[in-house]
């Protein structure tokens, strides 16, 4: 089992920049695909980006591509979203999720097992 925590959530003026950080228990995190999602009011959770389990293949959403980074670090049981040029249309809860050597596709929630509780990210115009 793996539990996810995520931080690193807040408020911040468009333009700015946020990272969040999702941290893994567990000793097999370095065996894990791991994904951001978010979820905005009134709509359907989305994928945001992911990362495989062996760190070599990325993913990411046609809307944050250019400005959002997935990275993980493996000692340290965590993975990061490190969000540059924030949107108003980016605020949402922003959740991460974890499977065990999950393959392509990257980008289906339904496909990950383990989720964290979100962090909020609110961005102002």
């Known amino acids: 089992q793996v539990q996810l925590v995520e931080s690193g959530g807040g408020l911040v003026q468009g333009g700015g920049s946020l990272r969040l950080s999702c941290a893994a228990s567990?000793?097999?995190?370095?065996?894990?695909?791991m994904g951001w999602f978010r979820q905005a009011p009134g709509k359907e959770r989305e994928f945001v980006a992911a990362?495989?389990?062996?760190?070599?293949?990325?993913d990411y959403a046609d809307s944050v591509k250019g400005r959002f980074t997935i990275s993980r670090d493996n000692a340290k049981n965590t993975v990061y979203l490190q969000m540059n040029s924030l949107k108003p249309e980016d605020t949402a809860v922003y959740y991460c999720?974890?499977?065990?050597?999950?393959?392509?596709?990257?980008?289906?929630?339904?496909?990950?097992?383990?989720w964290g509780q979100g962090t909020q990210v609110t961005v102002s115009s």
């Open positions: 999720a974890a499977d065990y050597k999950l393959k392509r596709p990257l980008n289906i929630a339904t496909l990950y097992d383990h």
């Open positions: 567990g000793r097999t995190f370095s065996s894990y695909t």
């Open positions: 990362i495989s389990w062996s760190g070599g293949t990325t």
